[in-house]
């Protein structure tokens, strides 16, 4: 295994890289100069199998080592950027009005552009890495669309793994489980028809804001009532829309909220619990409701043995008391959750210090953790695919 200290020589350059991408953000699957940034260095490590417009936008570099026959693994980093204006005051701040790289993941494309640059002059394995450079995380279909196009099959990938930067973890540091590690992501809409009126005559109606605001007090106690404490569930409603006058009470209210869960039990069990609470409190009061439900990105689920391999590369790289194995689960989603769906494989945190959160106006990639990234990378295939 590989230190951290083996790529400090590649940190300005990966720092470089960085900062060009952070200063031309791009949104979703309109990731045309990143990935076009992204192939041409790729392009300029020799690495001569390069597939572009993958998902429109995404890029694949095929890297055969010089060790022999063996499996392909695939290395994801996401490329987009968010609508989000800047508020850091950096002096390689976004140079694109509404747009802002607040994920970090021009961070995450840098750090594995740096592991390509490695990994192609050494070749230091057998079989062969997949680079893959996502657009679209934010939209969160970017995954499961590259997947859908055949990414798994048609570069032969055995395994995937991924790997998201976390405020909060010191930088140098590394956190990962077994099993259940993000979210799967829900969304919901619960139209409330009643029967609208003056204001001042309340009486009259069958108001369908008064519905509502019971419906949002019961969706608080599906969890807290129905669930072990230890299960994880989160049910929000930050939507409610209805009238825009003072006085006038409307025939309809619109909720809409969303659903996180850490198992597909209780994915399931929200599903059919909102829409049974929702209308037994509607029907309480003599109205109806219209429920509509998506499931958006799946749960992001880390399969034992891969899980296992990625522990041994971060660890290799920092020490086993840097690497956190039993890391709490975050109920925010990723769609690199479609990946581990099509293919076994692990997903990662990797420390960026005391920073702002994520998709905050004032965050940063930290350029410290840069080679931290490469390393890890570089560790797991050499210790995955090792000669």
């Not at 590649?10 to 791009?26: D, F, K, M």
């Not at 062969?128 to 997947?147: K, N, T, W, Y």
């Not at 919901?188 to 009259?204: K, S």
């Not at 494989?345 to 990639?365: E, R």
Request: hydrophobic fraction near 40%; charged fraction near 20%; glycine fraction near 10%.
């Amino acid at each position: 295994m590989r230190s951290v200290n083996d790529f400090r020589d590649i940190h300005e350059e990966a720092i470089g890289w960085r900062h060009y991408l952070h200063q031309n953000p791009e949104l979703e699957y309109k990731v045309h100069n990143t990935a076009n940034f992204v192939a041409e260095k790729l392009a300029s490590f020799g690495i001569n199998h390069i597939v572009t417009g993958i998902a429109e936008t995404g890029v694949v570099a095929v890297i055969q080592g010089n060790g022999g026959e063996g499996p392909t693994i695939g290395l994801r980093a996401d490329m987009d950027a968010l609508p989000i204006v800047e508020a850091t005051g950096k002096p390689w701040t976004s140079l694109v009005d509404g747009k802002m790289h607040a994920c970090g993941h021009d961070g995450h494309t840098a750090m594995l552009l740096g592991a390509a640059k490695h990994l192609a002059m050494t070749r230091n394995f057998k079989g062969s890495v997949a680079l893959i450079f996502q657009p679209a995380e934010e939209d969160g279909q970017g995954a499961g669309r590259m997947v859908q196009e055949g990414l798994m099959d048609r570069f032969n990938i055995s395994q995937v793994f991924g790997m998201h930067n976390m405020p909060g973890i010191e930088v140098g540091k590394f956190g990962i489980r077994d099993g259940s590690i993000m979210a799967a992501l829900d969304e919901f809409d619960i139209v409330v028809t009643g029967r609208g009126g003056h204001a001042a005559t309340p009486h009259i109606t069958i108001d369908p804001v008064v519905v509502g605001a019971h419906i949002v007090t019961a969706l608080q106690t599906l969890v807290s009532r129905n669930l072990d404490p230890t299960e994880a569930l989160v049910v929000s409603v930050p939507k409610f829309t209805g009238s825009e006058s003072y006085h006038i009470i409307p025939d309809s209210v619109t909720l809409g909220g969303t659903v996180r869960s850490l198992s597909p039990v209780l994915r399931d069990f929200a599903e059919k619990q909102i829409k049974v609470c929702a209308e037994n409190v509607a029907a309480a009061f003599g109205a109806k409701i219209e429920y509509r439900h998506r499931r958006l990105e799946p749960l992001t689920f880390n399969h034992t043995e891969a899980t296992e391999l990625a522990t041994a590369a971060a660890t290799g790289l920092v020490g086993p008391e840097a690497v956190n194995t039993q890391i709490k689960p975050v109920m925010v989603s990723e769609d690199f959750a479609y990946m581990l769906q099509a293919r076994p494989g692990a997903f990662l945190f990797l420390g960026n210090g005391a920073t702002a959160g994520l998709h905050n106006p004032t965050y940063d990639f930290d350029d410290n953790a840069i080679p931290y990234g490469i390393g890890y990378w570089v560790n797991l295939v050499e210790g995955t695919l090792a000669n």
